[in-house]
Every structure is written in structure tokens, then in C-alpha cells.
């Protein structure tokens, strides 16, 4: 009886595994019909290594690693160096070898040993050979750390004259030196998502069940990140998230370790040389060396990203997000003993419970708004005209702002309470404060591309960039934050059925 349950849960274990593998697969765009075929060798394999008699009178575990086993094998391997593999790997998959060979040169040896009944017998020829094998593929795999690096870098650096060249585009400017505080949107290239992920919140994109369906479903669009510069005359330079980086966008593989790149795709993200932070940056007169401060709003890569270009800026964020939120590690290699966790001790601000008032002075207010990170925190800026508030990733576009009809996908439980009840609150705090105009990390709406582009051109928002966008925001949007008609999101599927779709309001 004990063996029969540990042969059952050793099956759970392995489907469970196979399945993760499959839904993997199937994210890199692996045909489904190869996927099945795959997939019954796989289960086949399995089942017949547990209970061989289950496939046949004549079937042995044997003949199950013949038929079965071995294609199931080759067919792993095959599809791991056609959708994953990537030269990093390859000091890994060489260590591995050796490890594998040295185990099984010392189980090769202990059988010769019993075999012989001698103490000192001589170790067989096939231990002796895995053993020089082990160790031989031990040596390649130092060396081939040296030549990942080297060819990681040599594709990098291909990049580096087509972004010089961007700066020396025509249409750069010199920076405007004055009292006036100046917000600039930056678009630091694309993010490739679901538009369930992006629009299906109230349509059953929640929680696992949410997760599991950005990894299968193809009905994709690209939408725009956004960090945003901030010159001010009193506080010096400062960044609000940094978007992605060109590594991230032109060397993915190489980026993000093994594990990470099995839950991502190639293309998530898409940057042309003008889209670079530093580039951007170098084009509206400033130096990437010259930000001291970055708030972030959240740990998320499409947001850290950027931290690789500026090691000297202290980095300003939520604790909670710090120590539970999901970060990648390398974005914040170089910054990571520059953190500043704000207290949230300056008391209520409007609809908030708590803030933080950073500088002292009222100029810029931090307000936490966990849900979509378990520290995500708003950035509300005082302007010589108004004010603008950063809304981070609790909503992603004007139309979400709408949230009993609009909704980005939610972790679930808590996390979606936490998250709809700081879109409430920001909802009181626009609706009392009309001097005051939100900037959205990923709004793919005209509203970002046309009108904040127009106020935010010179960086300074002037009374009348200001009356513009709360009187688009007034016709997206109904006083008690309804949608309008005409300003509901619809996906509307590429014309060869094959690519990314689009989103049409109407």
C-alpha cells in the first residue's frame, strides 16, 4: 500500500511538473501540435517507468526508456535550445554535465568494487572514463563563463552607435535654466501584454487564475512606459520610476536568469535607440549622472529597469515593497545600499490616511497605495500651476480611473481590496483638487500621447495645459467616475490573425 501512494504521488509530482513545463512551452509560442505529441511521450514515460504493465503485457521499464523515455529526452532538450537556451547558459548546462558524469563514474566505480569483492580492486574502465569526462567538462564550464560574458558584451555594445546617434538627432535642446519646476514625460519604450492582463480585471483576470491566463492567452497589445523627469529649482533633479533599459529590450536572455526567462517572452519589451533613458535624457539637456533622487513607485522591472544608469541617485520607495514586493535582482545591483524607506508619518493627506511629505516643505507628497505591489505608493508633485500625481501602477490608464468598469488584472484577496480602495482614493483626491492632473506609467490613450505630450513639451504645465486636461478628463469620465460613451476599450485582433492586436475606444 505505501508503495502504491509514493508511486502516485511521485506521478502528481511529475504531471504537475510536465504541465508547468507545457504551459511554458506554450508561452514561446511551441505549435500545439507538437505540444501534444510531447506531452503524451512525457506522460507516457511517466506512467510506464511506475507501472509498466499499464502499456502493454510485454512492456518492461526497459522498453518504456527505449520508446518512450529516450524520445521524451531528446525531445526536452531539443525544445530547451530552440525556446530557452541562451549562451549564458551555457557554463550551467556544462556544470551539470559534469556533475551528472562524476555522480555516475562514482556509482560506476562502487558496482566494480562489489563486483570484484576486493577492497582494493581497480576502479573500471567506464568510471575511469566518465570520471576524465566529469572533470573535462568541469574545465569547460570555467572556461565558457569568460565567453558568455565576452559575446553578451559584444552585443551590447552594437548598440551603442545607433543610441549616439540618436542624441545627436536634430530637435535636441538645451536645457532651460529658471525658478520654475518642470515635469518630463519619458517614454522609455514598449511592454508587450495581454489585454486581459491590461483590461480584463472585472472578466475573471484575478488572482492565479489571472496569472496562469497572461501566460496562454495570445491576444496581446503594446503599451507605452513612462518615467518622468522632474527638474526642480529647490530639490535638483529627480526621476519618478525609470522605465526599462536597453538591455532589457535588446538582450532579454541575457538579462533575466534561466528561471525568469521561462515565465517571460523574448519581445516583452521594445525600445528604439531615441527611447533609451540616457538618450532621452541627453536630448532634453541632462545627464543621466546628474539624477540624485528616484522615487519608485514600485519594484517592478518595467519600472526598476532603468536604476543600471544611475548607481549615484538614492532611491526612495516603500519598505513593504523592498522586502515582499517581486523585483529582479541585477536592476538593483548597483543601487541597492542607496535605498531610503519613507516612515509615512506626516499624517492625513486628503483621502489618505497617511503620506509622507518628503522635503519638508509640501512640495512633493508620497501616498502609499498597496494592492498592486504590497508597497506601491503614489508620487504627488506641487507645480508653479497645479499639481501632478504619478499614479504608478495602481491604474494604468485615464479609463481605468473608471474602476467599477475598467480594471487592470489584481493579485486577488486583499491585495485587489487594498488596490481599488487606493483608486478611491484617488478618485476623492482629483474630484477635491482640480488644479490637479494624473500622469500614468502606461497609458496607450490619447489623452498621454496627445495632450500630456502638448502640456508637458516646455515641462512647465501652464494654466492652460492644465485647463486642457481636466476638461479631456471631464469627457472621458462622468463626476462620480463613470465612462462616457465612447470611451469604453474594445481589442480589436490583427487583420492576419497572427501579431498584436489594438485597443478601439467606442
Not at 45 to 70: C, E, H, I, M
Not at 282 to 310: N, Q
Request: with cysteine; aromatic share 8%; net charge neutral.
Amino acid at each position: 500500500m505505501l508503495k502504491t501512494l509514493s508511486k502516485i504521488g511521485l506521478l502528481v509530482a511529475a504531471l504537475a511538473v510536465g504541465t508547468a513545463w507545457l504551459v511554458v512551452l506554450r508561452l514561446k509560442d511551441v505549435p500545439a501540435p507538437l505540444l501534444t505529441v510531447y506531452g503524451l511521450l512525457l506522460a507516457g514515460s511517466v506512467v510506464g517507468s511506475l507501472w509498466p504493465d499499464v502499456l502493454g503485457r510485454l512492456s518492461t521499464r526497459r522498453r518504456v526508456l527505449a520508446f518512450l523515455g529516450v524520445p521524451a529526452g531528446l525531445g526536452t532538450l531539443g525544445l530547451y535550445l530552440a525556446v530557452v537556451y541562451y549562451v549564458t547558459d551555457l557554463p550551467v548546462l556544462l556544470a551539470l554535465a559534469a556533475a551528472a558524469c562524476l555522480v555516475w563514474a562514482a556509482a560506476a566505480l562502487l558496482r566494480g568494487r562489489r563486483a570484484a569483492g576486493v577492497r582494493g580492486a581497480r576502479p573500471s574502465r567506464r568510471a575511469f572514463l566518465l570520471g576524465g569526462g566529469g572533470l573535462a567538462l568541469g574545465v569547460l564550464s570555467g572556461l565558457s563563463v569568460d565567453l558568455a560574458e565576452r559575446q553578451r558584451r559584444a552585443a551590447l555594445a552594437r548598440g551603442e552607435p545607433e543610441r549616439q546617434a540618436a542624441v545627436r538627432t536634430p530637435g535636441a535642446r538645451r536645457r532651460i535654466v529658471d525658478d520654475a519646476v518642470r515635469v518630463f514625460p519619458i517614454h522609455t519604450g514598449d511592454t508587450i501584454v495581454t489585454y486581459g492582463q491590461f483590461y480584463g480585471g472585472l472578466d475573471g483576470w484575478e488572482g492565479l487564475n489571472g496569472y496562469v491566463r497572461t501566460l496562454v492567452d495570445k491576444a496581446q497589445i503594446a503599451v507605452p512606459v513612462y518615467a518622468y523627469l522632474i527638474d526642480h529649482p529647490r530639490h535638483g533633479f529627480m526621476l519618478v520610476d525609470t522605465g526599462v533599459n536597453w538591455e532589457q529590450a535588446h538582450d532579454h536572455d541575457g538579462y533575466y536568469d534561466m528561471t525568469s526567462r521561462l515565465l517571460t517572452e523574448r519581445d516583452e519589451y521594445r525600445m528604439s535607440p531615441g527611447q533609451d533613458l540616457r538618450v532621452h535624457l541627453a536630448r532634453l539637456g541632462y545627464d543621466a549622472k546628474e539624477i540624485t533622487t528616484v522615487f519608485l513607485t514600485h519594484v517592478h522591472d518595467d519600472h526598476a529597469g532603468g536604476l543600471r544608469y544611475l548607481p549615484q541617485a538614492t532611491v526612495v520607495m516603500d519598505r513593504r515593497d523592498w522586502e515582499h514586493g517581486v523585483s529582479y535582482p541585477y536592476s538593483f545591483d548597483l543601487v541597492k545600499d542607496k535605498l531610503s524607506f519613507p516612515a509615512f508619518n506626516s499624517g492625513a493627506f486628503g483621502a489618505f490616511p497617511t503620506g509622507q511629505d518628503h522635503f519638508g516643505d509640501g512640495s512633493l507628497i508620497l501616498l502609499p497605495t498597496p494592492g498592486h505591489s504590497p508597497g506601491h505608493m503614489c508620487v504627488l508633485l506641487r507645480m508653479d500651476v497645479g499639481g501632478v500625481l504619478f499614479m504608478g501602477d495602481t491604474l494604468y490608464t485615464l479609463p481605468h480611473l473608471a474602476v467599477d468598469q475598467v480594471r487592470q488584472m489584481t493579485i486577488g484577496g486583499a491585495d485587489t481590496i487594498h488596490q481599488i480602495e487606493a483608486a478611491r482614493r484617488i478618485q476623492k483626491l482629483l474630484a477635491s483638487d482640480p488644479g490637479t492632473v494624473p500622469l500614468f506609467a502606461h497609458d496607450n490613450t490619447r489623452y498621454q500621447s496627445d495632450l500630456v505630450a502638448a502640456a508637458f513639451d516646455q515641462g512647465v504645465l501652464g494654466k492652460e495645459g492644465l485647463r486642457e486636461l481636466r476638461t479631456h478628463m471631464e469627457a472621458v469620465l462622468t463626476p462620480d467616475w463613470r465612462l462616457r460613451p465612447g470611451h469604453t476599450p474594445h481589442y480589436v485582433a490583427p487583420a492576419s490573425g497572427t501579431g498584436l492586436g489594438r485597443v478601439e475606444f467606442r
